[in-house]
């Protein structure tokens, strides 16, 4: 049985990281999407960014959402992994993903890194992007799935409470 990690911060998650889920889960038996707990500087916190993904493919029934800390093959060899599934969106992003993927083949040989091309309509959707405009005021609902941009909505509203 093929087990692949999907590994990212993912904050918020976007129709380009479910667009890679959603390809994904048809290669391999079973697909965990890796939410890393970061300690500070995510504009959701662990939980909301767990349900928030977990949500988006409850339709996959062979893809779970789970949180992690530390190194990423350390994670994917406690899951029984034995793939780790990266998104590429641009030739610079291939340079970071090469040396990524170099450095935990050096870490874990036994694990191997797949890659898939982002799909043209999302080649330029990132959630660092999709942070700041969102922030800015933007509608963002056909970049994200619907939840996600009425979670933006409410995070950035400028009456919200906390």
């Known amino acids: 049985m093929a087990i692949a ?21 048809k290669l ?4 965990v999407v890796a939410v890393l707990d970061v300690s500070s500087g995510a504009l959701f916190p662990i939980e909301e960014r767990i349900a928030l993904f977990a949500k988006a493919v ?8 789970k949180p992690y800390r530390g190194l990423t ?8 992994a034995s793939v780790l599934v990266r998104g590429i ?32 309509e999302h080649l330029f959707i990132s959630g660092s992007r999709i942070r700041e405009v969102a922030g800015l005021g933007y509608d963002v609902t056909n ?12 995070k950035f509203s400028p009456d919200r409470t906390s």
């Not at 391999?28 to 697909?31: G, P, R, S």
């Not at 339709?59 to 779970?64: A, G, L, Y």
């Not at 093959?73 to 029984?80: I, L, P, Y």
């Open 5 to 25: 990690i999907f590994p990212g911060r993912f904050d918020p998650v976007t129709n380009g990281h479910v667009d890679i889920v959603l390809r994904a889960a």
């Open 28 to 31: 391999f038996d079973h697909l």
């Open 89 to 120: 969106r641009a030739v610079t992003g291939f340079e970071a993903e090469f040396d990524m993927a170099l450095m935990n083949k050096r870490m874990e040989p036994e694990i191997e890194t797949v890659c898939l091309m982002a799909s043209l």
């Open 73 to 80: 093959v350390e994670f994917a060899r406690q899951e029984g």
């Open 143 to 154: 970049l994200v799935p619907r939840h996600v941009a009425e979670a933006l909505r409410a």
């Open 58 to 65: 409850e339709s996959c029934q062979n893809v779970t959402v």
